[in-house]
């Protein structure tokens, strides 16, 4: 069975800048979760989708967004990036809401 | 304020050298408690999830237990490949909060 898969694995963006991750769930799987994970920060919630429905949002500015398909396939968008958008940006896939999440390997976003 | 706190930072360990890992919460209305390993680079991986008190749960060398305002992570007679980042995180109502996670390190 496959897992998580994320694209892309690197990204290096200029400030002010937009980018585009994808992330691709595990077969079955109807709930994708985003996080933000920095050194000083940790793993940060940013949003939860199921079927095609944002749940759920953390603390984060509106320049986060995402959305999510009706093959359960989620992107997140990042619009006028800023220095400290730098972080790894993880997808995670659960068959249920609140269950336990499957996480990809993440996207490294580098903004310079 | 919500909160989830894991202790120690960071945890260095012989091999055979049995510990344990904590992750104290301070949250009302707890709908699950989950463990994960992460290791450098990769995303986390799924250890446990326990739901309520006095619920335990083992897997090899790892077994997790709960309590009302804290959850522990025992590692007996761990192994090098041990070595890892180990998060738990708190699902208070539908939002999941990650602890800082304890770095462990188990020397052969």
């Known amino acids: 069975k496959a897992g998580v898969t994320q694209t892309p694995r690197y990204l290096i963006k200029t400030r002010g800048q937009q980018v585009t991750l994808s992330c691709s769930p595990i077969?079955?799987?109807?709930?994708v979760s985003w996080y933000q994970q920095t050194p000083g920060q940790g793993l940060q919630f940013l949003f939860e989708?199921?079927?095609?429905?944002?749940?759920n949002k953390g603390n984060f500015p509106g320049r986060f967004s995402g959305r999510q398909f009706s093959n359960s396939r989620s992107e997140m968008n990042v619009s006028t990036l800023e220095l400290g958008d730098s972080a790894l940006y993880l997808c995670a896939s659960s068959f249920q809401v609140n269950t336990e999440a499957f996480f990809g390997q993440g996207t490294r976003l580098t903004v310079v | 304020e919500d909160q989830v706190t894991q202790s120690p930072e960071a945890l260095r360990l012989q091999e055979g050298e049995s510990s344990s890992l904590n992750c104290s919460y301070t949250v009302s209305g707890l709908r699950g408690l989950f463990w994960y390993r992460q290791d450098p680079g990769k995303g986390p991986e799924f250890l446990f999830t326990l739901y309520s008190a006095g619920e335990e749960k083992e897997k090899e060398r790892l077994k997790a237990t709960l309590t009302k305002k804290e959850s522990f992570l025992h590692i007996t007679a761990p192994k090098p490949e041990d070595s890892a980042t180990y998060l738990c995180a708190v699902l208070i109502n539908n939002d999941m909060r990650f602890g800082a996670g304890t770095r462990l390190t188990v020397k052969p």
């Open positions: 989708y199921f079927s095609e429905t944002q749940r």
């Open positions: 077969s079955g799987h109807r709930s």
